[in-house]
């Protein structure tokens, strides 16, 4: 796998930072930027000329929800090729995201150890392809993280 940059999207600071730590323990990762909210994570990849390789996105915002930003990312040609992966902490929200442009979703369940690794997993993912969405969980050596990772949801919308 190549270095891919990654855009994050997310209001909380405690979840930023658990974000930010993740990306720290994976090899092939760099931030390319945070955004505090969809508004400004819109200005900031309609005024550049670099642009991420991923953008990693709370749905659930202050200023409005990530299903309008996925739509506004949608109408604008050079960016909606950019995979997206929304994370929420409710299993809910998964179908509206899906229906309008999201790569892939994530339940924000994750702490720890496990929060690389599903990244990690989603950085891995050629979304260039219609591809099934599978772990291997025997590359886990910790069993306490292999068996925490057995009951993860990881969901792949191609």
Request: net charge negative; aromatic share 8%; no cysteine.
């Amino acid at each position: 796998m190549t270095t891919k940059s990654i855009l994050l999207i997310e209001d909380n600071e405690e979840d930023r930072f658990l974000f930010i730590e993740s990306l720290a323990n994976i090899k092939k990762a760099k931030l390319y930027d945070i955004a505090s909210s969809e508004k400004e994570a819109l200005h900031m990849l309609n005024t550049s000329h670099i642009f991420p390789d991923i953008i990693f996105m709370d749905i659930q915002m202050p200023e409005n929800n990530g299903i309008d930003y996925l739509s506004e990312l949608a109408k604008i040609l050079h960016l909606k090729k950019i995979p997206v992966i929304v994370f929420s902490s409710k299993m809910k929200e998964s179908l509206p995201v899906r229906s309008i442009g999201a790569n892939s979703f994530i339940v924000k369940t994750g702490r720890g150890k496990i929060l690389p690794v599903r990244i990690e997993q989603m950085m891995n993912l050629d979304f260039t392809e219609d591809n099934v969405l599978s772990y291997e969980i025997t590359d886990v050596k910790n069993p306490a993280i292999t068996e925490e990772l057995t009951n993860l949801n990881f969901y792949n919308y191609n």
